[in-house]
């Protein structure tokens, strides 16, 4: 792995990625290429500068031409594919996206590969290979016992999980086919720093501070496998190092909650924080208990009840396992929001806002 091309290294889980890979790995030789759509952000990169180790290119995965481009003149080896619409609630109001990125994007960066890795020999294929960052969503529901494996069949439920099912066949079929070297991590609900405030972590954290409603979607019984960020990143890098070509992994943080469990817990965490720092309690005087700002509102259409995750394979064949408790990962989150308010203000004052305030009429 010489030259690595991260996709989507501005959004949330990519950027935390790159940040990892330039400090674990130095050597490395680092391009992102991400096509800076709402949740793309250039501040997630911050810290990293343009130079022989890290280049950032704006560019569209659909766009053949640019990853063409890309592939030759950056002699690229390894491609790590983060590049996606991400967010089910919009997948929901606006399934189009989601197609063209996730499925005819996840096509067309395959198929630059394939030129320049097949056909073309730019790079030595046994050098080469293809990491698709994928979601345990694409498994669909499980009722309140059993775990997603490897084995379990595909059946997505949303716009948004099937087009990432989709994907995740593209890439077998560009493997069985074509040989890409390919390896797909399908990974539980990621958290942690740089995640876009529409997610159920951040969202809560910052409307809690704020003293605004936290919209708790049902009746809050939904479970869903919470995995802190930087161990995703670590299994993607062991997948990375270690995974065999064609083969798929189970990433989990085997911390499994109900949605209320979560959110009370942010309110509890903040609470506690107001109570003993008087810095806080001054810039959000809202006066507790949070849980009061707890609003149960209308259920996601469709909405999946329960993913969990049997981490079996990625523990036996890679030697990965979480290191991060989800209760020392949820007050590491809690303050990375509380000391990057500007990072988050300056989402909330633009595109971000008008798009809550569409779904829940600005409560
Ligand atoms: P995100 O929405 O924060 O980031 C996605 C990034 O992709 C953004 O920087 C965006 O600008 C970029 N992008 C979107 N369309 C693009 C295009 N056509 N060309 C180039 N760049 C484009 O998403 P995330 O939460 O960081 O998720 C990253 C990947 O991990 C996704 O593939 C997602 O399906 C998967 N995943 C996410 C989670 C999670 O909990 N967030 C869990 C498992 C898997
Ligand atoms: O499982 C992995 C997936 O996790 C990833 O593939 C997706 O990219 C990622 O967005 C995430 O999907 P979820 O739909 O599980 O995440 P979200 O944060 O949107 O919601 C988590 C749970 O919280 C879900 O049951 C819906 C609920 N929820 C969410 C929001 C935004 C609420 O109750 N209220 C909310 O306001």
């Known amino acids: ?51 022989p180790g890290f280049s950032f290119v704006r560019g569209d995965i659909c766009d053949f031409d640019t990853l063409d481009n890309l592939f030759g003149r950056e002699k690229i080896d ?10 089910v609630d919009r997948s929901i109001l606006g399934p189009r996206a989601f197609m063209e990125t996730n499925v005819m994007g996840t096509f067309t960066l395959l198929d630059a590969a394939r030129k320049h890795w097949v056909d073309g020999g730019t790079v030595r294929p046994e050098e080469t290979r293809f990491l698709h960052v994928s979601t345990d969503e694409v498994y669909g529901s499980l009722g309140d016992t059993g775990y997603f494996t490897e084995d379990t069949p595909y059946s997505p439920n949303s716009p948004y999980s099937a087009s990432k099912a989709s994907s995740d066949h593209i890439v077998r079929a560009y493997h069985h086919t074509y040989g890409i070297r390919a390896v797909t ?12 405030p ?12 704020n003293g605004r409603p936290l919209p708790v979607y049902g009746d809050g019984g939904n479970v869903r496998d919470w995995l802190y960020v930087e161990d995703h990143c670590r299994a993607i890098d062991a ?13 989990g943080g085997g911390a499994e909650k109900k949605n209320m469990e979560i959110v009370e817990l942010i309110c509890s965490i903040i609470d506690e924080k107001a109570a003993t720092d008087g810095a806080l309690q001054g810039l959000y005087p809202f006066k507790g208990p949070r849980k009061g700002l707890i609003r149960f509102v209308k ?27 989800f ?20 989402i909330l004052s633009g595109e971000y806002m008008r798009y809550y305030e569409h779904q829940y009429g600005g409560s």
């Not at 993913?307 to 290191?323: F, V």
Request: glycine residues 12%; aromatic residues 10%; charged residues 25%.
């Open 299 to 325: 259920d996601r259409p469709g909405h999946d009840r329960r993913y969990a995750i049997d981490c079996g394979k990625i523990e036996a064949e890679l030697g990965w396992r979480p290191q991060v408790t």
């Open 185 to 196: 991590t399908n990974c539980s609900n990621n958290y942690g720093p740089y995640q876009f």
């Open 78 to 87: 390894t491609v790590v594919n983060f590049a996606a619409e991400s967010h």
């Open 239 to 251: 997948a990375l190092q270690k995974g065999r070509p064609g083969q798929t992994y189970n990433i």
């Open 198 to 209: 529409e997610k159920l972590i951040p969202l809560m954290i910052i409307n809690a501070l």
């Open 327 to 346: 209760e020392e990962g949820i007050r590491k989150t809690v303050e990375w929001y509380i000391d990057n308010r500007p990072w988050w203000e300056k």
């Open 1 to 51: 792995m010489r030259n690595l091309l991260v996709t989507g290294g501005a959004g949330f889980i990519g950027g935390n990625f790159v940040h990892y890979m330039r400090k674990t790995r130095p050597g490395l030789r680092i391009i992102v290429l991400d096509k800076l759509a709402y949740a793309g952000n250039l501040e997630n990169l911050k810290g990293l500068h343009e130079g």
